[in-house]
């Protein structure tokens, strides 16, 4: 080095430091410590600073003597020693830092704007809850839990692109989404194709089982077919005629044509059931209940509702206005729960019901642990209602999912969809409904109570029937001709 001074070492400054004096390298992130900060440094960049530091020991303006020679040469090996050992930590301290910042993306597919935002915002408050509560015991498998939520806005054809953006793109392991059937099935082929994993928390139709999707809410013999036999019991009313009413897609269409079949089966003419549908966001129910009284004037009558969305708001606040109450029709719900009649006053309400296999109103420690924990996340993260927070039917049916899919990663050691499918065969979980839950080993769905609820005034319902046990599902419904020929195994809808 030209005109360094006789007999002064070459320096070596980092851009930006202050001569002669030392600092720690940009490229690093410094502890408490600084005698252990080299170990949080790029390892190359290590590398490449300690060749620099030995070429600087070797550089000299002037030639030094031998006492020099040797002092410098201990030094040199002293640092390369230092510099070794600190690049051996620092490869070890780059693994533990990435390991510890490895992360499991879990997909949220759920509506959060349009006609189903009032069902479905529910359940990604109560995915992203289920998730913090994972994390908070230590994750799955050592990793943390990373929610990637979209919006699929109530549009059908939206679902599809999301859920292969999230398959694809977002890279996630999991995905817990979707309420309307025609929501699923627009994601389903995507699902298949990639080879994705979706759990499904809402009650459907059934005649559906695929290998790429759980099921966790109710197929019809576990909600739709126990709840029209509890209103034609006595203590159900005795009904005769029956106002089968719901939104114009696939789910209520298939349902009632598996209630067509089924009340025909109980001697029930076609001049007793009379089938109406709406479109979904639809709020003129005028005319509607207005027909639903005059119908009822031929008999005792039932009206099965699985209607969805926020048009649920408008028909009971139609049935208020008529006075049709739950003594002369009652009304049976599948799609309306607490979370529905939160925007309603249900004084006028009292008595209608509703089929799940959960309501928030049943006791039992699990429940009142999942409630108070619910009302607690609700108010910390200041959602919307918080000071009325209510637990609903596919809230608990996420919260199981959530907590099913982890048990299965933890017993595969793995998120490899294939692996996991084999894991989940068989879990188990103590769920809020005060069962316990198992997923069936063959048919991806999940074994529930039936609950009968009567709606209060505060909102809550009442549970005035229920199964003893959890009920194994039937997703090839025995009331739809040639299903008894179908295998109970999942395959591919394509």
């Keep these: 080095m030209a005109g360094a001074p006789a007999n002064q070492p070459c320096t070596i400054a980092e851009p930006g430091a202050p001569a002669g004096q030392s600092r720690v390298p940009p490229w ?24 620099k530091l030995e070429s600087a020991m070797k550089c000299t303006a002037a030639k030094p003597s031998n006492n020099v020679l040797r002092e410098q040469s201990m030094k040199r090996r002293s640092l390369i020693k230092a510099f070794t050992l600190s690049a051996s930590i620092a490869a070890m301290g780059l693994t533990w830092t990435v390991q510890a910042a490895e992360t499991i993306k879990v997909g949220i597919l759920h509506s959060l704007s349009g006609t189903m935002a009032i069902s479905e915002t529910s359940l990604k408050d109560m995915a992203l809850m289920t998730i913090d509560e994972i994390n908070a015991k230590g994750g799955v498998n050592g990793m943390m839990l990373e929610p990637v939520v979209v919006d699929p806005a109530s549009n059908w054809p939206l679902f599809a692109e999301k859920g292969r953006q999230l398959l694809t793109q977002d890279k996630v392991a999991v995905v817990f989404g979707c309420w309307t059937s025609v929501s699923r099935k627009s994601v389903l082929p ?202 609903n039917d596919p809230m608990e ?50 074994h529930k109570p039936v609950m009968i609820g009567e709606i209060q005034d505060d909102g809550q319902f009442n549970v005035v029937w229920q199964t003893k046990e959890p009920i194994r599902a039937q997703p090839w419904s025995p009331y739809i001709p040639g299903n008894d020929k179908k295998p109970d195994t999942p395959a591919k809808s394509n």
């Design 28 to 51: 690093c992130t410094p502890s408490t410590n600084r005698d252990t900060f080299v170990s949080f440094c790029d390892v190359s960049t290590l590398a490449q600073t300690l060749l």
């Design 190 to 391: 995507v699902f298949e194709e990639l080879n994705g994993l979706l759990f499904y928390p809402v009650q459907y139709e059934g005649e559906e089982m695929s290998p790429n999707v759980f099921y966790t809410g109710a197929a019809p013999n576990q909600q739709a077919i126990p709840a029209v036999e509890y209103v034609m019991s006595e203590d159900g009313g005795s009904a005769k005629r029956f106002f089968l009413l719901g939104t114009d897609y696939v789910y209520p269409r298939t349902t009632n044509k598996i209630l067509r079949a089924f009340l025909h089966s109980k001697g029930v003419k076609d001049t007793d059931i009379e089938e109406v549908y709406t479109p979904f966001g639809h709020s003129d129910y005028q005319t509607i209940v207005a027909n639903i009284k005059k119908f009822s004037a031929g008999g005792k009558t039932a009206v099965i509702s699985t209607v969805n969305g926020d048009s649920n708001v408008p028909f009971y606040k139609e049935l208020a206005n008529q006075g049709l109450n739950a003594t002369d029709v009652p009304v049976v719900a599948f799609s309306v729960g607490e979370e529905e009649l939160r925007g309603i006053d249900t004084k006028p309400l009292v008595g209608h019901l509703a089929a799940w296999n959960y309501f928030q109103s049943v006791e039992n420690p699990v429940n009142k642990k999942f409630v108070a924990d619910w009302t607690a996340y609700a108010k910390k993260k200041n959602l919307p209602g918080a000071d009325k927070a209510v637990t």
């Design 397 to 446: 049916a996420t919260y199981v999912g959530i907590h099913m899919w982890a048990q299965a990663v933890e017993k595969a050691k793995s998120t490899d969809v294939d692996k996991v499918r084999e894991a989940m065969a068989g879990q188990t979980f103590a769920a809020p409904s005060g069962f316990t839950l198992t997923m069936d080993k063959t048919n991806h769905h999940l």
